[in-house]
């Protein structure tokens, strides 16, 4: 089902019966038990439960110890489906309350996982799945964001005017889609040195990965894709026969949906562009290890070449109030959108992803512009402040947003402030959320998902190594 109709499903009245499930904290030690019991858990990993236990012996804040042992193994908990086919790990991941697996967000549940594997070779077997799985999607359909692990699974979205393959969920194009398992299988092989999962079908992949990129530069001709949806909801369509808006050919990789499944009003995302420069840059690295790959290697630097020079040309511009920022989305034509969204890759995640130094006088600029209200999907109230974003409308604000927030903080007392929203906005149900009200956290959208629990996970892992007295 897609995310929109679970927002719709998750109201104050499903907030309110949910909590009522429970007695919540009345002082720091009165914690329930809400984390999937050990016999319902859908992998188990030594290694991730010896981490939990040590953080939640060595911090102070109970609170926050008891949200780490819900949230960061939320993922192997409760959407994994292992299994060995032909003789190689296959792992499917759903998102949590919808029953499909994204490219982008499974790659980002498990990417927390990864320093994990040298003490845990079934959780690397796992992740491995992750890597093969994705493989077979792409190969399926490059332009898809969601599949089904059942191919005979008919879709809700069906009747969308576009190629709906068997086995797809939903045929949104969104540029991140393809860069998210280049980041998985780049920090995979760097984590372990193990080259086996890219095998012929993972090259015949990235084969794809660098063909859609360049169709979608669409310097030529519009390409293949189009998309199109029967709906009230203009975030869920393309317009121009599902072409989109026209924009300048400058090299930039089209990308007609954001990381939220949002259409884009201008269709070069930067975020994603600058993530897709940075996967290129990956896989030029990796890609010269395996046999058979110099044609892909020399096709990928050409599309690197195109994006990084467009983006030095076009991605920046003087605001009179914050210098130089980097522009969410444009078309080439002089057309520009100033804001951010709280989906991964946006603008204030670059650091974290990679794309660049969180030192960046530019990105400085930038963050300065979308943590203030000079940002329309900005909102700060009663409960808290972060980014939000169109996907659930006005007014409420994405942990996703506070979590990346934090990660790419070098500030003790932004980061503490962080922690502590997050603290306090999990409406006593002791896992993350989509999205709460910025006046009031009990009306939050989405109760079960993974993605912000095990990123919301990684966020305290990464304090508790580098600043322990921001947990206590």
């Known amino acids: 089902m897609e995310r929109k109709i679970f927002i719709q499903q998750t109201t104050l009245a499903t907030a309110a019966i949910f909590l009522s499930k429970y007695s919540f904290p009345q002082f720091k030690n009165d914690f329930p038990v809400v984390r999937t019991s050990a016999d319902l858990r859908k992998f188990k990993s030594p ?114 005017k576009t190629e709906m393959r068997p086995g797809v969920h939903e045929r949104k194009w969104e540029v991140d889609s393809l860069c998210y398992p ?91 562009n600058m993530f897709a420069l940075q996967a290129l840059t990956q896989l030029q690295e990796l890609l010269p290890k395996l046999e058979n790959t110099r044609t892909i290697t020399a096709d990928a630097y050409t599309v690197f070449a195109d994006v990084k020079k467009a983006l030095k040309e076009n991605a920046v511009i003087r605001n009179n109030n914050f210098g ?56 700060k109230g009663k409960a808290g402040e972060g980014i939000g974003g169109p996907h659930v409308g006005l007014d409420y604000i994405w942990p996703l947003s506070i979590i990346m927030r934090g990660l790419t903080s070098t500030v003790n007392t932004e980061i503490k402030m962080c922690l502590d929203t997050l603290q306090r906005t999990h409406a006593g149900t002791g896992f993350m959320h989509e999205s709460f009200h910025k006046d009031d956290a009990t009306k939050f959208t989405r109760k079960w998902f993974a993605w912000a629990n095990t990123l919301y996970g990684e966020f305290v892992w990464k304090t508790f190594r580098e600043r322990p007295q921001l947990l206590n």
């Open 182 to 272: 280049i980041r998985l299988g780049y920090g995979y092989w760097k984590e372990t040195g193990d080259l086996s999962p890219f095998n012929a079908d993972w090259i015949e992949a990235m084969r794809l990965v660098v063909q859609t990129f360049r169709e979608q530069q669409r310097l030529t001709n519009e390409g293949p894709y189009h998309f199109q949806r029967e709906t009230t909801n203009p975030t869920d369509t393309v317009p121009l026969n599902g072409y989109g808006y026209p924009a300048k050919k400058i090299g930039l990789i089209h990308s007609m949906f954001r990381p939220s499944d949002d259409a884009t009003i201008y269709p070069f995302n930067i975020p994603a």
């Open 47 to 160: 290694a991730v439960e010896t981490l939990i236990a040590g953080i939640r012996s060595k911090i102070k804040n109970t609170e926050t110890g008891w949200l780490f042992e819900n949230c960061f193994p939320n993922t192997l908990d409760t959407t994994v489906d292992f299994e060995m086919i032909n003789g190689k790990p296959d792992t499917f991941v759903i998102t949590g309350d919808i029953d499909a697996m994204w490219l982008r967000d499974s790659s980002a549940q498990v990417w927390p996982y990864l320093p994990l594997m040298k003490d845990d070779k079934n959780l690397q077997q796992l992740i491995k799945g992750v890597i093969n799985r994705q493989a077979k999607c792409i190969l399926k359909d490059s332009y898809a964001n969601a599949f089904y692990k059942d191919e005979n699974k008919i879709s809700e979205w069906k009747d969308d």
């Open 324 to 379: 130089a920022v980097y522009l969410y989305e444009l078309n080439g034509y002089g057309s520009y959108n100033l804001m951010d969204d709280a989906n991964v890759p946006s603008l204030l995640s670059l650091p974290y992803l990679g794309a660049l130094k969180s030192s960046d006088e530019t990105y400085q600029h930038t963050r300065k512009f979308i943590l203030s209200k000079a940002n329309p999907f900005f909102f």
